[in-house]
């Protein structure tokens, strides 16, 4: 695939991601709107091939760890925050074994 269409991907899942992630805190969503905005402008005459293939791994990082580790708090009441948890977040739970079996290869 050419560079351009996957900085272009790129950038839009980051947009998309945000949106997700920042869901009704308009504050935040701005700050992360203008961040990606800022750093995709800042190398937008980039030319070298392998830099801007440097730059798309370290984008899809960013988003993995945006989509995967970022968990939204909303106050409800004073002292009290409320999660807002998404579903990349829940892990499927393996039960504790006691006695543990070997696996033959």
Do not use: W
């Not at 900085?7 to 203008?34: G, I, P, S, Y």
């Not at 899809?60 to 409800?76: N, Y």
């Not at 393996?94 to 079996?101: A, G, L, R």
């Amino acid at each position: 695939m050419e560079p351009r269409m996957k900085v272009l991907r790129l950038f839009k899942a980051l947009h998309r991601t945000r949106q997700n992630v920042f869901r009704d805190d308009t504050r935040a969503l701005r700050a992360a709107r203008e961040k990606i905005n800022e750093e995709f402008k800042k190398y937008r005459n980039e030319t070298c091939t392998e830099t801007i293939n440097k730059m798309i791994k370290i984008g899809s990082d960013v988003e993995v760890i945006l989509r995967k580790t970022v968990i939204q708090g909303v106050h409800v009441e004073d002292k009290k925050i409320q999660l807002r948890y998404r579903e990349e977040h829940l892990l499927e739970n393996q039960p504790y074994c006691d006695n543990p079996t070997k696996k033959n290869a």
